[in-house]
Every structure is written in C-alpha cells, then in structure tokens.
C-alpha cells in the first residue's frame, strides 16, 4: 500500500489510532460528543483550532450562532497557515454537514497534507446530557437528532469525499480508550544522513549500472548464476536511485534484480519513475499506451519466472513519490520538486515528483514542453532529480538532473553526497534511438536565471554560519540595487565583496587617535594571543580573481577570460581592460611558477588585495576633495601671513592671529605631503604595485578560513614568483610583498617590537598596519567571534581622513562612537565567508549573490565614513 492509497481504519476499544505527523485532523461528531475533551488529550494546545474559540474572537462569545460565519474563515485561515508551514492541524468543530467538510479536505489538498477524519460516534442521550450539563450552552431540542442523522449519514462516504484514513470511535468507552499513534510520512527519511550515492536513470542498463557501482566503491554481490542481486559499500555509504530503472536498455530484469536487493538488503533507497509507474500499471492488468521502451520491458520480464515478477510488481507499489534525507537537506525525487511540495502527500505532489510540469506546449518532435521549474528554484535543499535527459550534470540553483541518457549512448552518472562529486561512466552503446535529440544545456543555461529581484529586494534576513542571521534593511537594499545594476560587475563573477574593518580603539596618547597598544589590549581582553601585523598599502581594495587559463574561468564561473580585478562596491577597478588583463596575467604566471593552481588543485584563484598607487583608481577624488583643498590653502595662507606680516611692521598686534596662521599653514604642508605620497605616475604595467595579503577561495575551497600566516607563506611565494620572472634587466615586478610581525599579546616585549614597527612604518611616511588574529574565526570566552582585524592608521595618514587640522582638535575627535562600526564589520565579515562557503560548496550563483548583495546593503548603513 502506498502513501496515496486512502485507508479505512475502524477502530475498536483500545484501538491505536495513526495519525500522520503533518496532517490534518477533522474531528466529526454531534455536539456533546466530547470532540474538545479528545482534543485536550490527545493533542497539544497549539495543534488544536476550535471553532467555539473562533466564536469568541469575533464575537466575545463562544456560543454567537450568529458569528458562525465570521468565525470559520477565521478558522480556515489559521488551518491554512498552519498546513501551510507544515504544522499538524485538528479542527474541533462538529463537522457533520458535508459542505464543512469538504472545505477542509480543499484546504488539505491545496497545502499537500492528508486529511485525515476521527468520528466520535457517542449515542444522542449521552451528548444530550453532557449538553444539559452546560449551562452556557442550552440547545434547541432538535440540534442532536439532526446532528446525529448528519453524521449516520456522513459514515458512508467519508473516503469518497477525500479523507485519506477514516477513525470511527463507537460508544464513550471507546472514545476514552483510544490512543492517537503519530506517525512519520513515508518521505520523511530526514533521520538518515548519508552519506548518499544518488544515480541517475539507468533505463535497463545493467552492465553501466555494475560499472558505476564499482567505480563508486561498491562490492558486487552476485548469485549463482553471475548475476548481480546486491552491493554494497564498505564505508557504510548508500546508493538511492532517482527511478526510470526500466525499459529501452537490454537488461531491465538485471536493474531490477541488483536494485531490488539493496533495497531489501538496506544498502540502497529508490524512488519511482515515470517508467515504473507505467509498467506497474500494466503488469496490474490495467490497460496501458505501449510506448517508449515499454515494449522491451515486457519482453524482457516475460522470459522471467511468476516468483520473480510478483516480486517486481510489489517492489514498485511500493514505492515512495520521494524522499527527504539529511535532516531535510537532501531531496531525491524523479522528475524534480518545488520546495512547497518537499514531504507533502497528495496526488499533485506525486504527479510532479513522476512526470514533472509542462508549459502545456508540443515542440517540433511532438513531445510536451517541460515547464522549467528548476529555473525559479530557490529552496535550501538540493533537489536530485533526473526524467528530462542532459548531456552533462550540472547544478542549476540548487537542483541537478542525473539524467544523462544512458539508453541513449550518454552516460550514467551519480552524485556523491555530501561531497558533490559527479561520477560518471559512459554507455556501452546506443541502446535506444531519441525522439529527440538531447538538450545542449541544462534548463536555463549552468546558473538558470542569474538574479531575481525577489532574492534581493526588500528587508532580507541572510543566514550565516558564523554569526546567525543578518538583517539588510528594505532602503539598504535599495541603495545597494542601484549601484549593483547600473555599475556593477557581471554577476558571474562577483562572487565576494571584501568587509569593512573597525579601527582600534581610541588612544589617549598625547598628539594620537589611534595607537597600537590598544589593538593588543583589545585582542588580549578576548584572550587572543596570536596576533599578526600586516603592513597597511598605500592603495585601494581589490578583489582579484585569476584563472589558469580562459578555459578554466568558463568552466567554473559561465565566462571565459582571464579574471576579474573589482573594487570594494563590486565596480571594475580599472575601465583599460588591457591593463586589467596585463596586471591579470603577471599574477597568472606567478602563480603557476610558484605551482598554486596544482597545489590547490585549481583552475582559479580569488584573492584580497591592495592595488598601489592610490591615484590609479582615486585620481578624481585627489583632483576634486583633496588636491583641491591644498590648492586653496596654498593660495590664501601665504598671502594672509603676508599681511599679517605687514600687519605686524605696523605695529598692530598680531602676533597670536599670526601663529594661529603659521600652524595652520603647517598643517596645510603636511596634509599635501600626505596625500601626495600615495600619487605617482603610471605608464602601463610601469609603477603599478599589487599587494596580495590573503588567498580567499580555490575550486572546492573557503580559503579565508585558513590562518593568516599560510596565507601570508602563500602570498611570499607568488610574489617571489614574480620577482624572478621579472629579472634584474625586465621591468618591475608587479607583485609586491606585504610586511608583517607575529606578536604574542602577552608579551611585552613583542608588543614593544611591534608598536615599534609601526612607528617606523608611519614615521617614514606609511599608512599603518592592521592587527588580526592569527585564527580568522576567534571567538571570546563567551562565545561571541572577535574583530576578525584592527587598523591602525598613523597620524599622518589619519591628517587624510580627518582634515589637515584634525590634531588640534583630538579631545573632540576621541568622543567618536565605534559600536556600530564594530558591529556593521562582523556583519559583513560573516557575510563574506558565507559567500565563500556557498561558492566552495558549488551553490548556485543567486546563493553566493545573496550574501555578496547584503555586504553591499549593509554599506549605505549610516555609519562615520572616517572610521
């Protein structure tokens, strides 16, 4: 018996009544049956939706005849929100009348879940009495005889009216001694979690099945005559099958064989297919279309005994439309599930996990066009599914077809989960002709349908790993959907944004705001002790993604190229494309020298930079705010000095006003001089620095999560790389080292070293440096992850960023509130390992984009831009 056969179950006295665990209940009874008092028992408070109660929130009284209306579309909208989130549901109400019924059978199928009906048949004189009982209930005499002949007549055709299991209670006694079993869906596998070897449909070929099998690492068990009856895999692994199993292929007896017995013997899951659906039927008896393949399959079990025959029969009637696994992580189903189906039971689930959906359209070779649901997927559970065949597996929004048409001369393939692996065997042979040939892609291309405004727009709540959910508020989306569609790369490609950081604390030293010991103190407080320094570049932020060849760039992310160079907002760094592509290919040919892209095992890189000189990117913001603040300062306070000057010749008294100038003039020097050290010319590759300082991801792998002194190691390499491909007599190398110091926090004299360091790196001109843990993912000892880094910018860089008379103002200036940068940097360094996560793990690009979007979101946050 199946899920979707309905079932008739009258209980007798002490009878266990199952009750599937997302369903919905439909208590029937007259009034003064005890339907609430059943209800209390057996279910908890929040399952039950009574109609009484309804009455009273419309209407301030539970027994208002005349709010009954009102009150059962109240009703019905809760039952509706309930099913519709998955939860079980009972209605206590009499629901005697047929037409009360049949809407909460409609709501049942509209959410997918059983319907499932419990009649408390108790005698007239016992509801009668129990209502005499009440006396905020006094009942026209005629209410319980025409509840009772409602409900004799109801008895006949419950199954008829859609309820999927019927419970008839007879007598009190029995009402009293019931007992409500719950019980799990027969999809709800959510218990197992793998790992899983998914195959796709294999159509009767037994010999590439045994192949795959094996190359899977699975032990082949055969009877005595050689053929395969079982296999198994020695690390516990278990094969599920996706269905089609039968017809087209030359062995669809040997399928069935070896598939039957792992399924009987535990080591393998299946669900039906469309193919076994029909042969199913005709070996009932029922009156099928012979098409397809189905006549090879007839053929073929015709030559097998009646044992094993009724074997197959009851095999496939038994199986499952699919099956949720690994905690609902997994979704094995043939032809595909939306998420609003995942472990529902109805005919309309069943029908779109066999056949799928059609547009309701022919193409030219007659045959119906499938409906692209897996385009607008969105669900957190990868669906496996195969039915439509494709040349090639691949995954498509978190879904991926496994149907690669082994019957016709393609490959049988399976999925490695949780790996995400593809293994693959080719066919022995074109066993069976197409109707058409197959596609040359899956549906809607490697990615489907890239973004949808609907991933992005509005408030969102983006999931992370690390830090729990995150907030982007509906105008921070706005801000950033502007920028991302009018300036931004294409998405492909954007696959990170780098986080803002918060700068160190407040110093209190005299003629400072910002001084190194109160990083080391900070980090020590959180009880990190490994600490690194890294050398702040007198550069921008960039983003770096580099690919071994053009190849490997189409293969892995829909674009063939060299890379990608981007800047903090998702904005190509550089409008010259072949500069990017000269600065592109010096890091290449580093990075194959130095044998990352084999040590990694990758045709791409993305790495976190600093792109030197400042000027590159920012010559407008120099001409325009900078340059020209020293230009008008060096117009107006010589000539005021000047006057001041004579002023003073004249015996007026401005020597006070005159020092004020002097100072401000100063100031004015310094702050040019400052600026001016992160310009200078560039003629092509000619002066252009790039400062590597993390390695973020490779194919399959988060990088950042690794310690900041392998990334560093890392980075030597490259850079040395380059060093020595350039030669004394060629051009400058590109790539440019970033300096660094190991400091342990509870030392003094390393912190001494290091505060001294930074000293000579700022008093020579330098931006600073940034302070991280040495473990990227530090937390303190309550738990809470620490700032993944500190910057801690010199006084001379900070005279940039605060105006070039900042340090006469610092008492001022120490008040500054540093909470919510604090906060908004964890946000976005969450985020961006997120965004590294899904894209090691091979999610679809709309997943990775969710997070890079919300990094860009949480930048139009109100937040001082100097911090």
């Known amino acids: 018996m199946t899920t979707e056969t309905p079932e008739t179950t009258p209980a007798r006295a002490g009878r266990r009544l199952p009750v599937t665990d997302v369903s919905l209940v439909v208590l029937i009874g007259s009034t003064g049956s005890g339907k609430s008092s059943f209800a209390r028992k057996h279910f908890k408070p929040t399952e039950v939706v009574s109609s009484d109660f309804c009455r009273g929130l419309v209407a301030d009284d539970e027994n208002d005849q005349s709010a009954s209306a009102d009150a059962f579309d109240v009703l019905h909208y809760i039952v509706g929100k309930r099913l519709a989130a998955g939860r079980l549901t009972v209605v206590d109400a009499t629901n005697v009348q047929q037409e009360a019924r049949r809407q909460l059978v409609a709501l049942a199928r509209e959410h997918h879940v059983l319907p499932i009906a419990i009649v408390l ?45 019927v419970h008839v209670l007879r007598g009190v006694e029995e009402v009293e001694r019931a007992e409500i079993v719950p019980e799990k869906r027969y999809n709800d596998l959510r218990h197992l979690t793998g790992p899983f070897d998914v195959v796709g449909d294999i159509h009767g070929c037994r010999s590439e099945l045994e192949t795959l099998l094996e190359r899977l690492g699975y032990a082949l068990t055969r009877d005595e005559r050689g053929r395969a009856v079982d296999a198994a895999h020695p690390e516990g692994r278990t094969a599920v099958f996706v269905g089609d199993l039968v017809d087209r292929g030359p062995d669809t007896p040997g399928v069935l064989r070896l598939v039957m017995g792992m399924v009987e ?164 042979q074109e066993w069976y002709e197409p109707v058409r040939p197959m596609h040359t892609d ?126 903090r907002t998702g904005r190509a760094f ?51 705010q900078y340059a020209a603040v020293g230009a008008a300062a060096g117009a107006a306070l010589p000539a005021a000095l000047d006057a001041l000057a004579r002023a003073a010749d004249r015996g007026l008294d401005v020597a006070e006003l005159a020092d004020r100038q002097q100072e401000r003039a100063a100031d004015a020097l310094a702050f040019t001089e400052a600026y001016r050290r992160y310009c200078w010319p560039t003629e092509g590759l000619d002066g252009i620095r790039l400062a590597p300082f993390q390695l973020l991801a490779a194919e399959g792998a988060n990088l950042a999560l690794r310690p900041h002194t392998e990334h560093l190691a890392l980075i030597d390499r490259l850079v040395e790389a380059d060093r020595t491909a350039a030669g004394p007599a060629a051009a400058q190398p590109v790539l440019h080292r970033t300096g660094r110091l190991l400091v342990d926090t509870g030392d003094d004299s390393s912190v001494a070293a290091a505060t001294a360091w930074w000293e000579e790196l700022t008093g020579a001109g330098g931006e600073g440096m940034v302070v991280k843990p040495v473990d990227p993912l530090h937390r303190d000892g309550s738990g809470r992850l620490v700032q993944p880094g500190l910057k801690v910018r010199g006084r001379e860089y900070l005279r940039i960023i605060y105006g070039p008379d900042y340090t006469r103002h610092l008492d001022r200036l120490r008040q500054r509130s540093l909470g919510h940068k604090r906060s908004l940097a964890l946000r976005e360094y969450a985020l961006g390992l997120e965004s590294l996560d899904r894209l090691a793990a091979g999610e679809p690009l709309w997943r990775v984009h969710e997070a890079v979007f919300a990094v860009l979101a949480l930048e139009s946050e109100p937040v001082d831009p100097r911090l």
């Open 265 to 428: 013997a535990g080591h393998a899951l299946c669900v039906p297919g469309n193919h076994e659906n029909k042969l199913g039927r005709w070996m009932g008896g029922r009156k099928v279309t012979v098409s397809h393949g189905l006549q090879e399959s007839i053929d073929q079990l015709s030559a097998e005994s009646d044992e094993f025959r009724a074997r197959v029969r009851e095999f496939m009637r038994g199986l499952v439309s699919h099956y949720l696994l690994d905690g609902g992580a997994l979704v094995v189903c043939h032809a595909g599930l939306p998420e609003k189906y995942h472990g529902r039971a109805s005919g309309r689930v069943r029908s779109h996990a066999l056949y799928g959906d059609t547009t309701g359209e022919t193409d030219e070779y007659g045959l119906p066009v499938r409906y692209p649901w897996a385009e607008e997927y969105r669900g957190r559970a990868l669906v496996v599914y195969g039915h439509t065949p494709v040349p090639v597996a691949s995954f498509l929004n978190n879904t991926i077809c496994l149907d690669t048409g082994c019957a016709f001369g393609g490959s049988l393939t399976a999925l490695r989960y949780p790996e995400r692996e593809i293994v693959a065997v080719p066919a022995e």
């Open 442 to 567: 899956a549906p809607g291309g490697r990615e489907g349908r890239p973004l949808d405004l609907a991933d992005v727009a509005g408030r969102r709540v983006v999931e992370t790993a690390r830090l729990g959910n995150v907030a982007v508020r509906e105008e921070n989306a706005a801000a950033a959907l502007e920028v991302m569609s009018r300036f931004a790369l294409d998405p492909r490609l954007l696959t990170y944004l780098p986080p803002t950081m918060a700068p160190s604390p407040t110093s209190r030293r005299e003629g400072l705001l910002e001084h190194p010991e109160e990083a080391f103190f900070a980090y020590r407080h959180d009880g990190v002790r490994q600490v690194v320094c890294e050398e702040k570049h007198m550069g921008s932020r960039a983003v770096v993604l580099v690919a071994r060849d053009d190849a490997a760039l189409e293969k892995r992310f829909g674009l063939p190229g060299p890379g990608a160079i981007w800047t």
């Open 121 to 165: 048949d108790v005698p007239a004189e016992v509801c009668a009495e129990r209502n005499r009982a009440r006396p905020d209930r006094q009942l026209p005499a005629h209410v319980i005889p025409r509840h009772q002949r409602e409900l004799r007549r109801s008895l006949r055709g419950l199954e008829r009216e859609g309820f999927r299991k």
């Open 574 to 624: 550089l409008s010259d494309e072949r500069l990017t592509g000269a600065i592109l290919d010096r890091l290449r040919a580093a990075a194959e020298d130095a044998g990352l892209f084999d040590e990694l095992d990758t045709g791409w890189l993305l790495l976190d930079a600093e792109l030197l000189p400042w000027s590159l990117k920012a010559v407008e913001l120099l001409r325009r």
